[in-house]
C-alpha cells in the first residue's frame, strides 16, 4: 500500500501538486480495482492520488449532439440517468452484470476503462456504443476513440498522469443489448460477452456495432461482424451468418474461468441471442 495518499479539490490544484509528488504514482478513484490490487501486494505504488472528489469528472451532462460522461461517474449513477438510458442502451445493458449493487456505487466507468481489463463490462459496451474517450495531463487535453484507447491487457494509451475526464457518445437513436456469460447469472467476471447496438429502420438494421468482452487481449470491436450487419434485414439466415463471423474475429485464450473453444462458441450464441432481442 502507498506511503501518501493525496486529494486535490480539483483540477488544476492536481497539475500544480504533481511535480511535488513520489515518482511512482497512481490516480485512486473507485478504489475497487486499486485496492484490491494494494490488498493483494501486485500494485506498488508510493503515491496514491484520489481523485473521487474532483468536480470536473462527477457529472452526466448532455449536449446538443453528444453525451459526455464523466470518468469518476459510478456505475451506479448511470443505472438512474435517464439521459443514458436513452443515448447508451448497450451501457445500460451492461449494468446488471457488472458486480452487485455495493460495488457498483463505489466503482467509476473510468477507472472501469483504465484497468484495461479484457472483461470490462463497462468498457466492452462503451466500445459498442462507439464513443469516444476524454483525456487531460497539465491542462492539454486530446480525445481517442476508444477502440484506440486500449492496446492490450492492462495497457491503454495513457502516458504518465493523464487523466481520464470522461467519454463522449454521439446522440442517435439505437437500441443496444449486452448479454455476458459468466460462472452465474449475475456477480461474476465473463467468460464471453457481447454488446450490441443497432440503428433500426422498417424491420432492417442500418448501422450496426459489435464488441466482445474476454475474448482477446482488449474489450474487441468486431469490424467485420458489424460491416456484414449493415443495411440487412435481421432474418434467421443473416443472424446465423453473423453469428459464425464473429467466431472468427474472437481470439480467447484458455484459463481458469474457460476454454478457448468454449469460448469462441459463446460468443457466437451471445451475439445470436443478442440480435433476436433486438429484432
Ligand atoms: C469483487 C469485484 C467484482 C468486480 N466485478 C466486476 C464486473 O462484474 N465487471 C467489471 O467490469 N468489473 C468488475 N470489477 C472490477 C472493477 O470494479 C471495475 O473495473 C471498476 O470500474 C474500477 O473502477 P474504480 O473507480 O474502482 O477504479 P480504481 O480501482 O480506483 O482504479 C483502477 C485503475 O484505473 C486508474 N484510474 C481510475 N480512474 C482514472 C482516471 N479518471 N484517469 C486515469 N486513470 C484512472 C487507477 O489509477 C487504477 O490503475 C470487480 C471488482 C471487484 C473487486
Same mark, same amino acid.
Request: aromatic share 6%; proline share 5%.
Given at each position: 500500500?502507498?506511503?501518501?495518499?493525496?486529494?486535490?479539490?480539483?483540477?488544476?490544484?492536481?497539475?500544480?501538486?504533481?511535480?511535488?509528488?513520489?515518482?511512482?504514482?497512481?490516480?485512486?478513484?473507485?478504489?475497487?480495482?486499486?485496492?484490491?490490487?494494494?490488498?493483494?501486494?501486485?500494485?506498488?505504488?508510493?503515491?496514491?492520488?484520489?481523485?473521487?472528489?474532483?468536480?470536473?469528472?462527477?457529472?452526466?451532462?448532455?449536449?446538443?449532439?453528444?453525451?459526455?460522461?464523466?470518468?469518476?461517474?459510478?456505475?451506479?449513477? !448511470?443505472?438512474?440517468?435517464?439521459?443514458?438510458?436513452?443515448?447508451?442502451?448497450?451501457?445500460?445493458?451492461?449494468?446488471?452484470?457488472?458486480?452487485?449493487?455495493?460495488?457498483?456505487?463505489?466503482?467509476?466507468?473510468?477507472?472501469?476503462?483504465?484497468?484495461?481489463?479484457?472483461?470490462?463490462?463497462?468498457?466492452?459496451?462503451?466500445?459498442?456504443?462507439?464513443?469516444?474517450?476524454?483525456?487531460?495531463?497539465?491542462?492539454?487535453?486530446?480525445?481517442?476513440?476508444?477502440?484506440?484507447?486500449?492496446?492490450?491487457?492492462?495497457?491503454?494509451?495513457?502516458?504518465?498522469?493523464?487523466?481520464?475526464?470522461?467519454?463522449?457518445?454521439?446522440?442517435?437513436?439505437?437500441?443496444?443489448?449486452?448479454?455476458?456469460?459468466?460462472?452465474?447469472?449475475?456477480?461474476?467476471?465473463?467468460?464471453?460477452?457481447?454488446?450490441?447496438?443497432?440503428?433500426?429502420?422498417?424491420?432492417?438494421?442500418?448501422?450496426?456495432?459489435?464488441?466482445?468482452?474476454?475474448?482477446?487481449?482488449?474489450?474487441?470491436?468486431?469490424?467485420?461482424?458489424?460491416?456484414?450487419?449493415?443495411?440487412?434485414?435481421?432474418?434467421?439466415?443473416?443472424?446465423?451468418?453473423?453469428?459464425?463471423?464473429?467466431?472468427?474475429?474472437?481470439?480467447? !485464450?484458455?484459463?481458469?474461468?474457460?476454454?478457448?473453444?468454449?469460448?469462441?462458441?459463446?460468443?457466437?450464441?451471445?451475439?445470436?441471442?443478442?440480435?433476436?432481442?433486438?429484432?
Amino acid at each position: 500500500m502507498p506511503e501518501i495518499i493525496v486529494k486535490p479539490s480539483n483540477l488544476k490544484e492536481l497539475w500544480k501538486m504533481l511535480p511535488g509528488l513520489p515518482a511512482r504514482r497512481r490516480y485512486l478513484a473507485g478504489g475497487t480495482d486499486l485496492v484490491t490490487a494494494g490488498v493483494a501486494g501486485v500494485e506498488h505504488s508510493e503515491c496514491w492520488i484520489d481523485i473521487g472528489d474532483l468536480p470536473e469528472l462527477g457529472s452526466i451532462k448532455e449536449a446538443a449532439g453528444s453525451l459526455f460522461i464523466g470518468s469518476g461517474v459510478k456505475i451506479s449513477e !448511470i443505472e438512474s440517468s435517464k439521459a443514458a438510458a436513452r443515448w447508451c442502451p448497450a451501457l445500460v445493458a451492461a449494468i446488471p452484470h457488472f458486480a452487485s449493487p455495493s460495488l457498483r456505487n463505489m466503482a467509476t466507468l473510468g477507472g472501469n476503462a483504465a484497468n484495461a481489463s479484457p472483461c470490462a463490462d463497462g468498457a466492452c459496451s462503451l466500445v459498442a456504443e462507439g464513443a469516444s474517450v476524454l483525456l487531460a495531463l497539465k491542462g492539454k487535453k486530446r480525445r481517442l476513440p476508444l477502440v484506440d484507447f486500449f492496446l492490450g491487457p492492462k495497457l491503454t494509451a495513457l502516458k504518465k498522469d493523464e487523466l481520464i475526464l470522461g467519454f463522449e457518445i454521439r446522440k442517435r437513436r439505437h437500441a443496444g443489448a449486452y448479454l455476458k456469460l459468466g460462472p452465474r447469472a449475475y456477480f461474476g467476471i465473463s467468460k464471453a460477452a457481447v454488446a450490441v447496438t443497432a440503428e433500426l429502420s422498417g424491420g432492417a438494421v442500418k448501422r450496426v456495432r459489435v464488441a466482445l468482452g474476454s475474448v482477446a487481449p482488449v474489450p474487441l470491436y468486431a469490424a467485420r461482424t458489424s460491416a456484414f450487419l449493415a443495411d440487412k434485414k435481421l432474418s434467421a439466415e443473416t443472424i446465423a451468418e453473423a453469428s459464425a463471423l464473429v467466431r472468427t474475429e474472437a481470439s480467447p !485464450i484458455t484459463d481458469t474461468r474457460s476454454e478457448a473453444a468454449y469460448r469462441l462458441d459463446m460468443c457466437g450464441v451471445l451475439l445470436e441471442r443478442a440480435l433476436k432481442s433486438l429484432a
